[in-house]
Nanobody, 124 residues
């Protein structure tokens, strides 16, 4: 069983930066494709970023492309999401997710394990 724990959320002003972390336990990170999703109140869960088992073949949602970067540290069994140039519309609960498959995906129903989420609030 894979356990995922996010951290790093908080309150930031527009234009600022945050780095989210997702600590993986129970399995080796390198066995899994990983992803970040977010969900704002009243909206559907949205794909933010993903990669494959090696940390390659990175995928990004259109709304974050060029501003967010997904990365991972296999030695620490941890995945990251660096978020720069934050906008009001980036406010959401951010979730990390893992696939049983080594291949990345944009579709939330293809992820098997989820963290509890961390709140990111961007203020003006």
């Amino acid at each position: 069983q894979v356990q995922l724990v996010e951290s790093g959320g908080g309150l930031v002003q527009t234009g600022g930066s945050l780095r989210l972390a997702c600590a993986v336990s129970g399995r080796t990170l390198s066995n899994h494709a990983m992803g970040w999703f977010r969900q704002a109140p009243g909206k559907e869960r949205e794909f933010v970023a993903g990669d494959d088992w090696s940390g390659g073949n990175k995928l990004y949602g259109d709304s974050v492309k060029g501003r967010f970067t997904i990365s991972r540290d296999h030695a620490k069994n941890t995945m990251y999401l660096q978020m720069n140039s934050l906008k009001l519309e980036d406010t959401a609960v951010y979730y990390c997710a893992a696939r049983s498959s080594p291949f990345g995906s944009r579709w939330y129903n293809e992820y098997n394990y989820w963290g509890q989420g961390t709140q990111v609030t961007v203020s003006s």
